[in-house]
């Protein structure tokens, strides 16, 4: 069974990938001062597993958007990635995870140049009794399909 809560630390981080955002709430949009004090947060096993795969696996992509310094965890379990200003523009985008509890489904969205996408993670109703790797797989490709269409636009 997985904990409602779950640390956060910076070992948890070993590349110093998302280092100092820790904020729940950061009214400067992720870019101001950094609290580093540690403190338990909830993050639903979808957001933290695209978090970890991007840690992991996409650390060198993450940096080179400036994404590192954008995190924001929110009280229901999902975050908030945002790009940094760019060319005196305070909102350039950001890579968001949400759930639509009506529909029971978990969505990864990514908002740049004024356009939305949504990539479905998983969908509860339909894929109740899906294997731990078949998840994995979909979160895997969901990433890649927000990086490549972030790539595909542009620098942001």
């Known amino acids: 069974m997985i904990s409602r809560t779950t640390l956060i630390r910076r ?13 729940s709430s950061n ?29 992991n696996e996409k650390s060198d992509w993450v940096r080179s958007h400036g994404l590192q310094y954008g995190l924001n965890l929110n009280s229901n379990g999902t975050f ?14 950001h890579i968001w995870t949400s759930y639509d509890s009506s529909k029971k489904q978990h969505w990864i969205s990514l908002y740049k140049n004024g356009s939305m996408y ?11 009794n899906m294997p731990a790797s078949a998840v994995s797989d979909r979160i895997k490709t969901c990433v890649e399909e927000v990086i490549k269409t972030v790539d595909s636009a542009g620098e942001i």
Do not use: M, W
Not at 11 to 23: D, V
Not at 80 to 93: D, I, K
């Open 80 to 93: 908030v990635l945002r790009f940094p200003p760019s060319n005196g523009q305070r909102e350039t985008g």
């Open 11 to 23: 070992t948890l981080y070993s590349k110093n990938f998302f280092s100092g955002c820790l904020s």
């Open 27 to 55: 009214s400067s949009g992720g870019f101001g001062k950094r609290d580093a004090t540690l403190y338990p947060v909830y993050t639903h096993f979808l957001s933290k597993s695209i978090l970890e795969h991007l840690q």
């Open 118 to 128: 949504r990539h479905l993670i998983k969908d509860n109703i339909n894929s109740e």
